[in-house]
């Protein structure tokens, strides 16, 4: 089992950055992979992006791909999101995950792990 609490959220302009953090408890943080997921109001829980865990792999969905950069610190058991010129269709409460394979699924429902998450609202 780990617990997952997600922080950070809040209220930006366009092309602004906000970064998100996941703090993990319980099992070993490192013996997880994890990832972040978001999921916008009437829609589906979408894959954001994932990292491994040793940090030697991530992985992005392609609308955030060259702006978002997800990291983690296993000494500190927290993982980050680090979001860069966003845009109003990056609104959305994002979620922390937490897998026990190699690297997260990007299929919301294989996923293991949950957090509660944390909202992220982009003003343009």
Known sequence: QVQLVESGGGLVQAGGSLR????AS???FSSFAMGWFRQAPGKVREFVGGV???SASTIYADSVK???IISRDNAKNTMYLQMNSLTPEDTARYYCAAD???????I????????QGTHVTVSS
């Open 100 to 106: 026990g394979g190699a690297l997260i699924s990007r």
């Open 66 to 68: 060259g702006r978002f």
């Open 108 to 115: 919301a429902t294989e996923v293991d792990y949950w957090g």
């Open 20 to 23: 998100l953090s996941c703090a």
């Open 26 to 28: 319980g099992r070993t």
């Open 52 to 54: 491994s865990r040793s």
